[in-house]
């Protein structure tokens, strides 16, 4: 059974850091594209970051560039993100996920390609 299972979240007042964990588990993903979304309540689920197998390429929602870092570590089949200059308007659910299908090229920020959905870590950013 695969899964993706997020770590990491808190509460943290702005302008503190977090690390996000996603440790995946019943597969090997190093072949596969990963990324994270996040959903604050009220809202949509949004694109926040995405790294590809090929060569680590990343891809970064506007609203984060230069604050959170995506990164991964194959040999431990696990994602990060590390989060700087926290915000308020950060606060959300962060889900780790991976591509359906292995070898997707590049990073994307679309949320179809991804068949793969951890349960979610809550982040919340106080003012």
């Known amino acids: 059974q695969v899964q993706l299972v997020e770590s990491g979240g808190g509460l943290v007042q702005a302008g503190d850091s977090l690390r996000l964990s996603c440790t995946a588990s019943?597969?090997?993903?190093?072949?596969?594209?990963m990324g994270w979304f996040r959903q604050a309540p009220g809202k949509e689920r949004e694109f926040v970051a995405s790294i590809t197998w090929l060569d680590g390429s990343t891809l970064s929602a506007d609203s984060v560039k230069g604050r959170l870092t995506i990164s991964r570590d194959d040999a431990k089949n696990a994602l990060y993100l590390q989060m700087n200059s926290l915000k308020p308007e950060d606060t959300a659910v962060y889900y780790c996920?991976?591509?359906?299908?292995?070898?997707?090229?590049?990073?994307?920020?679309?949320?179809?390609?991804?068949?793969?959905w951890g349960q979610g870590t809550q982040v919340t950013v106080s003012s």
């Open positions: 996920a991976a591509t359906t299908s292995q070898y997707y090229y590049g990073p994307t920020n679309y949320g179809g390609p991804y068949g793969y």
């Open positions: 019943g597969r090997t993903f190093s072949r596969y594209t």
